[in-house]
C-alpha cells in the first residue's frame, strides 16, 4: 500500500504500454468497500497503530504477522491484548511456544508491514530481509523500534478472529522516539505533526 494515493511504475517491472507495470495504491484483491460490513467499515475509520507480532514455532523457526488490532494495558504485570488469524503459522507458533513479542512498527515500514501481512512476496522466507536480533520471545527487527515480549496468559474466539492475551515480561522502548506506523481506511497515513 502507498501512502497518499498516488500510483506507482516500476520500468522494466512489466511490458504494459508505457514499458512498465502499474502498482496500485490499495490491494486489488480486497473486498469492495461497498460490500463490507458496516462494522467492518466502522473499524476501518479508527486509526490504528500497526504492530508485528512474532514467535518462535515447535520447530524453532520464527514466525510473524502484522497486527493492527493491538492493545496494552498497564499494570503489574502490563498486559498485551491482539486479535490474530487462527490459520495464520504466528498463531499456531505463540500457542506451541506460549511467548511472543510484539515490535510497533515506525512511519516508513509500510513494505515490511505488507510483507508480513502477506501483501508483498518474501523471497526467502518473512525474515530474510533486514537485520534481526534474536529474543527469548521471537525476533525483532534490529533497529529503533520499541518492542514488547510477552507470555501467553489466554486465547479465544472473538468475532472472526482469536482475541490473544498475553503477559508484559520485558519493554525495550528502542533507539529512537519515532513517529509510529498508522493504517487508516486501507493505507498507511502520517499523524499530523509527523516526520520520517
Known amino acids: 500500500m502507498a501512502a497518499g494515493g498516488a500510483s506507482r511504475c516500476l520500468a522494466g517491472a512489466g511490458r504494459g504500454q508505457n514499458g512498465g507495470v502499474t502498482i496500485h495504491p490499495t490491494d486489488p484483491f480486497a473486498t469492495p468497500e461497498d460490500a463490507r460490513t458496516p462494522l467492518r467499515r466502522a473499524r476501518g475509520r479508527l486509526p490504528a497503530t500497526v504492530t508485528l507480532w512474532t514467535a518462535y514455532g515447535p520447530d524453532g523457526r520464527p514466525a510473524g504477522l502484522t ?3 493491538t492493545l496494552v494495558a498497564d499494570g503489574d504485570p502490563g ?6 488469524d487462527d490459520e495464520s503459522d504466528l498463531y499456531a507458533a505463540l500457542l506451541a511456544s506460549g511467548r511472543f513479542v510484539v515490535t510497533a512498527l515506525a512511519d516508513g515500514d509500510g ?4 510483507r508480513f501481512a502477506g501483501l508483498l512476496p518474501a523471497p526467502g522466507g518473512l525474515f530474510s530481509g533486514g537485520d534481526w536480533e534474536q529474543t527469548g520471545y521471537g525476533p525483532v527487527p534490529a533497529r529503533r523500534h520499541p518492542w514488547v515480549a510477552c507470555v501467553l496468559e489466554s486465547s479465544r474466539q472473538a468475532g472472526y478472529a482469536m ?3 498475553g503477559s508484559v515480561q520485558r519493554v525495550e522502548l528502542g533507539t529512537q522516539d519515532v513517529p509510529p506506523l498508522v493504517h487508516y481506511r486501507g493505507r498507511y497515513v502520517r499523524l499530523p505533526g509527523g516526520q520520517g
Do not use: E, Y
Open 67 to 69: 497486527v493492527s488490532s
Open 111 to 114: 513494505q515490511l508491514a505488507d
Open 79 to 84: 498486559a498485551v491484548f491482539g486479535l490474530l
Open 163 to 165: 482475541l490473544v492475551a
